[in-house]
């Protein structure tokens, strides 16, 4: 059956080259864009190393804290916090696996061998959480530890990259010496490069913060710092009860630093992948909902507008094979046998532009990274590099494969049903109606 | 003519209501788009009140005590040192002007408050007012320009004198009528709900917006002098017209022998062209959807016009060659294609024009000049929409129109 069905699209497809043409690059076209928007939201939200997790997160960037002192405005402090902060009212939560604490975006920073020409690359400072919450792939050496964090030792964890830079080979460098911030640092471990669209964990050399005295860079009375942080949950199941207990943990600590008339403000934080992939400033609370939309409206418009055109050329098809289908009807095949054959070898056509789109899009999604995934307040001049394991996803397939289902049986519905309802002796006369 | 060409469409209302619904739908998104872009533009191109070429913002940092280099230092020493620093760019031939800054250079994504009163009256600006904290030569880097026609240089003396400059529409936002702040100029104020000391006002300086994509309306600013700095200091020099070329390589060069101050050293440098970029990739990826999705719709209505009518003048071959038989030239036979496609496209624009209107009065769509609906906008829109896809109804119905005008009518007709 499924073979007839082949046989009879491509037979189609050879009738009239042009008209297939068409209809096949309308679709493809569509498929192209379709995944593309699907592609751009997937590197946002979708797990990938070192942020396999990336379901299992929660992530709390910035926090908002007035003081009735302040001003009778209602003035609010909406920046990262500090160490302390975080420690009190997300590090100290029971729910959690664990809770990662890291400066809040990379800084470049210069790094060199002693006596030679400095280069600035992107640095970020973290605890040792860090590195259970995200997973690098290590080709050398470890990561710093609790004791060493603690001790506040001058240890690093470079990328590949950054060590071909300094040393030239990534192979015997654990353990070597070079400056960074005109500081002697040692080697921990050598991992490889990162992605800017791993936008919670990007850097390029990762170095405890107790070693720069960054945890001790405080402002309000020591409530806010440059201190984010992104809690790993046990499973998705546990973000209503980490989301309660934090809650209830704010309330407490609130009562607390009342005393200094210090109030934190939560702003339903904290926020899980796809809502903080849209949190950009710290004093509004984004809204996913209306991202959501807007994004099915671009779905709507790719997908209906290509529908209507190629259910005119279905139609139009069709009708040159009006007298087919009559002659079909007149030996009895139903109503709903003939429909699906109609939607079934337009599907062949369908998937076969549809893979053709897809195609397309993953090779666009490659050669157009810059453009493609160029992120907003990214703070580095490094392009968004991607690879396949960022890209292909066994999602990105199921997607692909729905929104070819949905744009067959928009395109192809109507016709198909309208051809299965022509009356048997109109047909064999050769008209549709 | 006309009347043949409506009767026509009338037999065909099948295929031809399946396009007359495309482009229906096609011209309302093409309308919205259209309305979209032009409230961006034309924020895009309002005066900035700034200007970022030649700059470059100097990032500090700072020894720690893991360093050999390390000096104790205190915070009035740390401050002597960036002085220091900036002393030192400021005597280099390519650089024209050095300022230190909080929260205060363009395409900046921090920003603080602050209000203002004055002094001798209730008179107040609450609404937003960024509170730009500089160094004298801020406005000499960053070109800001009086309403008055005071020139940077004069700016700067005025903050030198610990004089407060505002933005001119600092009290207009917040009291909904025109009141340029020039009528203030002298007077007064108090800063920080601090009604114990006061300030003069210098000079008031021309809108000064957020960004790019931020309208002058929403944007107002208040400067004045601050004195003390710290490594998260903004450190930005505007460099001669003619050196920008290596600017940053050389600078860099120099750095460790001649610029260290202290615990000071300079950790990186950015140019103002990247610091743009990356605080609008937002905006601009934004535009890059927009312009992506017309491009899409216009390729639908070719595509579809195209298929249609390859489909439709090869069934009307025959009528074709009785029409050139009948002395129809060939620019007649192609008007008369394109003119089909044309008058479906007149005939839903009423419609898709009354659903743009509802969608506008919906408030739907755009925002510019605090409206969604105004007459010239939205006529503007409304024909830009129109013409681009009647653009596209020519190229797509004119290459089938083309294979059908060339029919020989004899051969034709032969045939049938």
């Given at each position: 059956?499924?073979?007839?069905?082949?046989?009879?699209?491509?037979?189609?497809?050879?009738q009239h080259p042009i008209i297939s043409a068409v209809?096949?690059i309308?679709?493809?076209?569509?498929?192209?864009?379709?995944?593309?928007?699907?592609?751009?939201?997937?590197?946002?939200?979708?797990?990938?190393?070192?942020?396999?997790?990336?379901?299992?997160?929660?992530?709390?960037?910035?926090?908002?804290?007035?003081?009735?002192?302040?001003?009778?405005?209602?003035?609010?402090?909406?920046?990262?916090?500090?160490?302390?902060?975080?420690?009190?009212?997300?590090?100290?939560?029971?729910?959690?696996?664990?809770?990662?604490?890291?400066?809040?975006?990379?800084?470049?920073?210069?790094?060199?061998?002693?006596?030679?020409?400095?280069?600035?690359?992107?640095?970020?400072?973290?605890?040792?959480?860090?590195?259970?919450?995200?997973?690098?792939?290590?080709?050398?050496?470890?990561?710093?530890?609790?004791?060493?964090?603690?001790?506040?030792?001058?240890?690093?964890?470079?990328?590949?990259?950054?060590?071909?830079?300094?040393?030239?080979?990534?192979?015997?460098?654990?353990?070597?010496?070079?400056?960074?911030?005109?500081?002697?640092?040692?080697?921990?471990?050598?991992?490889?490069?990162?992605?800017?669209?791993?936008?919670?964990?990007?850097?390029?050399?990762?170095?405890?913060?107790?070693?720069?005295?960054?945890?001790?860079?405080?402002?309000?009375?020591?409530?806010?710092?440059?201190?984010?942080?992104?809690?790993?949950?046990?499973?998705?199941?546990?973000?209503?009860?980490?989301?309660?207990?934090?809650?209830?943990?704010?309330?407490?600590?609130?009562?607390?630093?009342?005393?200094?008339?210090?109030?934190?403000?939560?702003?339903?934080?904290?926020?899980?992948?796809?809502?903080?992939?849209?949190?950009?400033?710290?004093?509004?609370?984004?809204?996913?909902?209306?991202?959501?939309?807007?994004?099915?409206?671009?779905?709507?418009?790719?997908?209906?507008?290509?529908?209507?055109?190629?259910?005119?050329m279905?139609?139009s098809?069709?009708?040159?094979?009006?007298?087919?289908?009559?002659?079909?009807?007149?030996?009895?095949?139903?109503?709903?046998?003939?429909?699906?054959?109609?939607?079934?070898?337009?599907?062949?056509?369908?998937?076969?532009?549809?893979?053709?789109?897809?195609?397309?899009?993953?090779?666009?999604?490659?050669?157009?990274?810059?453009?493609?995934?160029?992120?907003?307040?990214?703070?580095?001049?490094?392009?968004?590099?991607?690879?396949?394991?960022?890209?292909?996803?066994?999602?990105?397939?199921?997607?692909?494969?729905?929104?070819?289902?949905?744009?067959?049986?928009?395109?192809?519905?109507?016709?198909?049903?309208?051809?299965?309802?022509?009356?048997?002796?109109?047909?064999?006369?050769?008209?549709?109606? | 003519?006309?009347?043949?060409?409506?009767?026509?469409?009338?037999?065909?209302?099948?295929?031809?209501?399946?396009?007359?619904?495309?482009?229906?739908?096609?011209?309302?998104?093409?309308?919205?788009?259209?309305?979209?872009?032009?409230?961006?533009?034309?924020?895009?191109?309002?005066?900035?009140?700034?200007?970022?070429?030649?700059?470059?913002?100097?990032?500090?940092?700072?020894?720690?005590?893991?360093?050999?280099?390390?000096?104790?230092?205190?915070?009035?020493?740390?401050?002597?040192?960036?002085?220091?620093?900036?002393?030192?760019?400021?005597?280099?031939?390519?650089?024209?002007?050095?300022?230190?800054?909080?929260?205060?250079?363009?395409?900046?994504?921090?920003?603080?408050?602050?209000?203002?009163?004055?002094?001798?009256?209730?008179?107040?600006?609450?609404?937003?007012?960024?509170?730009?904290?500089?160094?004298?030569?801020?406005?000499?880097?960053?070109?800001?320009?009086?309403?008055?026609?005071?020139?940077?240089?004069?700016?700067?003396?005025?903050?030198?004198?610990?004089?407060?400059?505002?933005?001119?529409?600092?009290?207009?936002?917040?009291?909904?009528?025109?009141?340029?702040?020039?009528?203030?100029?002298?007077?007064?104020?108090?800063?920080?709900?601090?009604?114990?000391?006061?300030?003069?006002?210098?000079?008031?300086?021309?809108?000064?917006?957020?960004?790019?994509?931020?309208?002058?309306?929403?944007?107002?600013?208040?400067?004045?002098?601050?004195?003390?700095?710290?490594?998260?200091?903004?450190?930005?020099?505007?460099?001669?017209?003619?050196?920008?070329?290596?600017?940053?390589?050389?600078?860099?060069?120099?750095?460790?022998?001649?610029?260290?101050?202290?615990?000071?050293?300079?950790?990186?440098?950015?140019?103002?062209?990247?610091?743009?970029?990356?605080?609008?990739?937002?905006?601009?990826?934004?535009?890059?959807?927009?312009?992506?999705?017309?491009?899409?719709?216009?390729?639908?209505?070719f595509l579809g016009l195209f298929g249609t009518f390859w489909f439709r003048t090869q069934q009307r071959k025959c009528e074709i060659a009785l029409h050139k038989a009948?002395?129809a030239t060939n620019r007649m036979v192609f008007t008369r294609l394109v003119s089909e496609g044309?008058?479906?496209?007149?005939?839903?624009?009423?419609?898709?024009?009354?659903?743009?209107?509802?969608?506008?009065?919906?408030?739907?769509?755009?925002?510019?000049?605090?409206?969604?609906?105004?007459?010239?906008?939205?006529?503007?829109?409304?024909?830009?929409?129109?013409?681009?896809?009647?653009?596209m109804i020519a190229v797509g119905i004119g290459i089938p129109a083309r294979k059908a005008m060339k029919i020989d009518p004899a051969e034709a007709l032969h045939d049938e």
């Open positions: 059956m499924i073979k007839q069905y082949i046989t009879q699209a491509l037979a189609q497809l050879r209809s096949i309308g679709t493809a076209l569509a498929i192209f864009l379709i995944m593309l928007v699907v592609m751009m939201q997937q590197v946002k939200t979708a797990p990938f190393a070192p942020e396999s997790n990336r379901d299992r997160f929660l992530h709390v960037h910035y926090m908002s804290l007035s003081n009735k002192n302040w001003s009778k405005t209602g003035a609010t402090s909406n920046q990262p916090m500090s160490e302390r902060t975080i420690k009190e009212l997300y590090q100290s939560l029971k729910t959690p696996e664990a809770v990662a604490i890291y400066t809040c975006m990379p800084m470049a920073t210069p790094v060199s061998l002693p006596g030679k020409a400095a280069t600035a690359i992107d640095m970020l400072q973290t605890d040792d959480n860090f590195w259970r919450v995200f997973d690098f792939a290590f080709i050398d050496g470890k990561p710093y530890d609790k004791a060493t964090f603690d001790a506040a030792q001058p240890v690093a964890v470079i990328t590949e990259s950054v060590a071909r830079i300094l040393f030239g080979t990534t192979e015997g460098v654990v353990g070597k010496e070079f400056l960074l911030s005109h500081a002697p640092y040692k080697v921990a471990g050598i991992v490889k490069d990162v992605s800017t669209l791993a936008n919670t964990c990007y850097a390029q050399v990762w170095i405890p913060y107790t070693s720069t005295g960054q945890d001790k860079d405080t402002t309000a009375d020591g409530h806010m710092g440059l201190m984010s942080c992104t809690i790993l949950a046990k499973s998705r199941d546990d973000f209503d009860a980490i989301r309660q207990e934090a809650l209830n943990r704010m309330e407490t600590y609130n009562l607390l630093v009342g005393e200094d008339g210090y109030q934190f403000i939560h702003r339903n934080r904290p926020y899980d992948q796809e809502k903080q992939s849209i949190s950009f400033s710290a004093n509004q609370e984004p809204n996913v909902e209306a991202e959501r939309r807007s994004r099915l409206m671009t779905f709507l418009v790719l997908l209906i507008v290509p529908a209507i055109n190629l259910s005119s279905t139609q098809r069709l009708r040159q094979r009006v007298s087919e289908i009559g002659v079909r009807r007149a030996f009895g095949c139903n109503r709903m046998e003939l429909m699906g054959q109609i939607l079934m070898e337009n599907m062949v056509v369908t998937l076969l532009a549809g893979a053709l789109g897809l195609l397309m899009s993953v090779a666009f999604a490659y050669m157009g990274n810059t453009l493609l995934f160029a992120q907003p307040f990214s703070n580095t001049l490094n392009p968004p590099t991607v690879d396949a394991s960022i890209l292909i996803h066994g999602s990105t397939f199921g997607w692909a494969l729905l929104f070819c289902f949905i744009l067959n049986l928009l395109s192809t519905g109507l016709p198909a049903w309208m051809a299965s309802r022509t009356n048997i002796v109109t047909a064999l006369g050769g008209r549709l109606h | 003519m006309n009347k043949k060409l409506f009767s026509q469409i009338k037999n065909e209302w099948r295929t031809n209501l399946g396009l007359a619904i495309e482009l229906l739908l096609v011209s309302v998104v093409m309308w919205w788009i259209t309305d979209n872009l032009y409230c961006t533009a034309s924020v895009y191109f309002e005066p900035r009140g700034f200007d970022t070429e030649h700059c470059y913002l100097i990032e500090m940092g700072k020894l720690t005590d893991k360093s050999p280099d390390y000096t104790e230092r205190t915070n009035d020493q740390q401050n002597e040192d960036i002085h220091e620093l900036a002393n030192r760019l400021r005597q280099r031939p390519e650089i024209e002007a050095v300022s230190l800054s909080y929260n205060s250079y363009p395409y900046n994504g921090s920003n603080s408050t602050i209000n203002m009163q004055l002094a001798d009256d209730t008179l107040k600006a609450t609404n937003w007012v960024i509170r730009r904290a500089v160094s004298p030569d801020f406005v000499k880097v960053f070109r800001y320009d009086g309403a008055r026609g005071e020139t940077p240089e004069q700016l700067a003396e005025m903050l030198e004198r610990d004089e407060i400059i505002v933005s001119d529409n600092l009290f207009t936002s917040t009291y909904k009528r025109p009141m340029p702040m020039t009528d203030y100029i002298g007077r007064r104020v108090y800063l920080f709900n601090d009604t114990t000391h006061s300030y003069p006002l210098g000079a008031s300086v021309k809108v000064v917006r957020y960004g790019d994509f931020q309208s002058g309306r929403n944007a107002r600013t208040l400067l004045f002098m601050h004195d003390f700095w710290d490594t998260d200091a903004e450190l930005c020099v505007r460099v001669r017209a003619n050196q920008d070329v290596d600017f940053i390589e050389r600078l860099k060069a120099d750095s460790e022998k001649q610029l260290r101050v202290g615990n000071i050293y300079i950790s990186n440098i950015r140019s103002f062209k990247d610091i743009r970029r990356d605080f609008q990739q937002g905006q601009y990826n934004k535009v890059r959807d927009s312009i992506t999705t017309m491009v899409f719709l216009l390729v639908n209505i009948h002395g044309w008058l479906l496209l007149l005939l839903v624009t009423p419609l898709a024009l009354a659903i743009d209107f509802n969608l506008a009065y919906a408030e739907l769509n755009g925002w510019y000049n605090d409206t969604t609906l105004e007459a010239g906008r939205f006529l503007l829109c409304g024909a830009i929409s129109f013409l681009l896809i009647a653009l």
